[in-house]
């Protein structure tokens, strides 16, 4: 059965660097996702992609925040200027058609400190 | 805004206990229902879904659930549980339309104690 693959699965940095997340969408899905959970906390949505443009972003998704889908298959999620409340899962997800079920994958667990 | 609330945080039950898990949500217009379940070191999983039609939904694992629209109500059932349905369950919700996000409750660990 196809999936949404996520690397790394964990990643650990210092405050400032910059991170690069990077998921593998199901090969047919059009939209992509990026969610993110605090531990402890709930799933919260960061941003939607559709057609090579964000679709919506919520207020946690700040100029720090950019996505790409850089070739047919990847989609990333770049935080430029990790701060020490970046640390989290974060989830990729995507599906087929704007009125499907999301599918998401494992997740990568990024620890600043 | 839509917003998600799951009413346990924490639920014990033995194996072959019943289970109601409690889940409202909160939007005046139309939406799509979820059921996701994380097992532990695992990813979140679609459990089960309410698109339209029969508001009783079957997932997978002999859950279901019942959409109950003048409640703004999904809540989450399985009539014997087991050992391996120790997880954490997410309620979530999704505006019907196009490219919409899914918002998350905050999750109700269950541990089945054998």
């Known amino acids: 059965e196809p999936e949404v693959t996520q690397t790394p699965s964990h990643q650990v940095t210092q405050m400032g660097q910059e991170v690069i997340l990077r998921c593998v969408p199901i090969?047919?899905?059009?939209?992509f996702y990026w969610y993110r959970q605090i531990l402890g906390q709930k799933v919260e949505f960061l941003v939607s992609f559709y057609n090579n443009e964000i679709s919506e972003k919520s207020e946690i998704f700040d100029d720090q925040f950019s996505v790409e889908r850089p070739d047919g298959s990847n989609f990333t999620l770049k935080i430029r200027s990790t701060k020490l409340e970046d640390s989290a899962m974060y989830f990729c997800?995507?599906?087929?058609?704007?009125?499907?079920?999301?599918?998401f994958g494992p997740g990568t667990r990024l620890t600043v400190l | 805004a839509q917003s998600v609330s799951q009413h346990n945080h924490h639920v014990i039950l033995s194996e072959a206990a019943s289970l109601e898990l409690g889940c409202n949500y909160s939007y005046g217009g139309t939406v799509n229902l979820f059921w996701y379940v994380q097992y532990p070191g695992q990813h979140l999983q679609l459990l089960l879904k309410?698109?339209?039609?029969?508001?009783l939904v079957k997932g997978i694992k002999g859950f279901e659930a019942e959409f109950i629209k003048s409640k703004f109500s999904f809540n989450l059932r399985k009539p014997s549980v087991q050992w391996s349905d120790t997880a954490e369950y997410f309620c979530a919700v999704m505006k019907t339309g196009g490219y919409q996000k899914v918002t998350f409750g905050t999750g109700t660990k269950l541990q089945v104690i054998p």
């Open positions: 997800a995507s599906t087929e058609g704007a009125y499907n079920e999301q599918f």
């Open positions: 309410y698109f339209s039609g029969d508001p």
């Open positions: 090969s047919n899905h059009l939209y």
